[in-house]
């Protein structure tokens, strides 16, 4: 009898660290075809690693069925604020479908508002399997030049993608702080049921302006919240503490084959 609870507990507790674990990449069919995995700087401090493999990409489908085997998660990560060297970018039709953050020396990985320990071995294992990224920064005078330049660019054969930038649809921005009524547990269903939540009531209290809203971090008792929006919007705005507007600057970010 002793014998069976003990197998019973040890197959609650399997079950258990089965269902906790998160693959990151599960959602994308590779086999399909068409998918590109990019690797983009972001900024934090210097890092061997980030230094040997710079910008890459991959659009081998073996490869990219490769992250999805080896890219599983369940250690939570410390939730550290500390910047992230890169930025890996799914992409699929010149669209950025998916982004996932990576700091290498505070071993972190971020994805859909969730925090994981990353072990750099589960980067430096495609060292040598990678390909080079062309990247390229433009600055324009006006929004209006800017989207004229992104259409151009849409349908060139070597271009893997260009991320979604707000200027295309709107004219500027302001931070707000939301402070968690309850800190212990609010900040644990993640940023999209976070922003979903948000996003309601802003659309709730202000039915006729168009906005999205971005998930800038934060702690254990506040987040940090982009609003992107036409300056109307800005002005009307009163629901939580806020900082001030400021006009888009439109640059232009594009990834391509060399």
């Known amino acids: 009898m002793k014998k069976n609870i003990l197998l019973l507990i040890v197959a609650v507790f399997l079950s258990a660290f089965s269902y906790s674990q998160i693959q990151v990449l599960k959602d994308f069919d590779f086999n399909s075809g068409g998918y590109y995995l990019l690797g983009t700087y972001s900024e ?48 699929k039709n010149k669209a950025v479908l998916k982004t996932i953050w990576i700091n290498l020396n505070c071993n972190e990985l971020v994805c859909d508002g969730r925090y994981f320990y990353f072990n750099s071995d589960k980067l430096r294992t495609f060292k040598g399997k990678l390909k080079k990224l062309k990247t390229v920064y433009e600055d324009f005078k006006t929004i209006e030049e800017a989207r004229h330049k992104r259409k151009e660019i849409l349908n060139h054969p070597k271009l893997i993608c260009t991320p979604y ?89 594009s990834y391509w084959i060399p």
């Open 44 to 91: 934090s401090d210097k890092n061997g690693l980030r230094d040997t493999l710079g910008e890459f990409y991959t659009d081998s489908i073996p490869l990219l069925n490769q992250f999805k085997q080896e890219w599983i998660f369940s250690t939570p990560g410390e939730r550290y604020s500390c910047g992230y060297h890169y930025r890996i970018y799914i992409c």
């Open 165 to 253: 930038k707000p200027w295309i649809d709107y004219e500027g921005e302001f931070w707000f702080t939301y402070t968690y009524p309850n800190p212990k547990t609010d900040y644990l269903p993640g940023a999209k049921v976070f922003l979903d939540k948000l996003t309601a009531e802003l659309k709730n209290s202000y039915p006729d302006e168009p906005f999205i809203l971005d998930d800038m971090g934060g702690s254990l008792t506040e987040k940090f919240v982009h609003v992107y929006c036409n300056k109307s919007l800005s002005e009307k705005f009163s629901l939580y503490p806020r900082e001030g507007w400021s006009d888009l600057k439109p640059d232009l970010i």
